[in-house]
């Protein structure tokens, strides 16, 4: 299977605040997608940042970057990708889900660092991941190959 190459941020208003889009069934999903020919993944962060909420953001740093293999609920591999996450900041204050998440019923919402925890699943952050950032770690670097399961 091939992998592709993706990027996500976790973006932080003035406030110190991170953005997600936040489902009704305790999943949320940080903006992000893959990478276009000869595009660096800082430049997918931004580029998928503004597609996805309207919001101009400035890349602060890498968070971290894995190998992520996805298995469906029967634990079928479903694809891999190569996923860099990086911190990044913006002055705006009114994300907009795009038309790609209006009719999966998401919202906006700006949430503390530790509230990541109070999801079921973040996308695309394995567990182990997502807890590390719930506790302010910002410096993990290559953390290898990594499982996300759907629900």
């Known amino acids: 299977m091939k992998e592709v190459t993706v990027a996500s941020a976790l973006i932080r208003n003035g406030a110190g605040l991170i ?3 936040e489902s ?3 999943i949320a999903a940080l903006p ?3 990478s276009k020919k000869d595009e660096t993944p800082e430049d997918t962060a931004v580029r998928e940042t503004f597609e996805e909420t309207g919001l101009r953001v400035t890349i ?3 968070v971290a970057i894995y190998h992520l293999i996805v298995f469906t609920r029967d634990g079928d591999e479903k694809c891999r990708f190569m996923h860099h996450l990086y911190l990044a900041s913006t002055t705006g204050s009114n994300p907009q889900p795009s038309s790609e998440w209006k009719n ?3 919202r906006c919402s700006w949430i503390t660092l530790r509230a990541l925890r109070q999801y079921r699943k973040v996308w695309p952050l394995p567990e182990k991941v997502r807890m590390r950032i719930s506790e302010g770690e910002m410096n993990m670097g290559d953390l290898g190959e990594l499982e996300y399961r759907m629900e």
Request: charged letters at 25%.
């Open 60 to 62: 602060e740093k890498s």
């Open 104 to 106: 999966s019923r998401v």
């Open 32 to 34: 992000g997608g893959s």
């Open 19 to 21: 953005l997600v889009f």
């Open 24 to 26: 009704q069934n305790r």
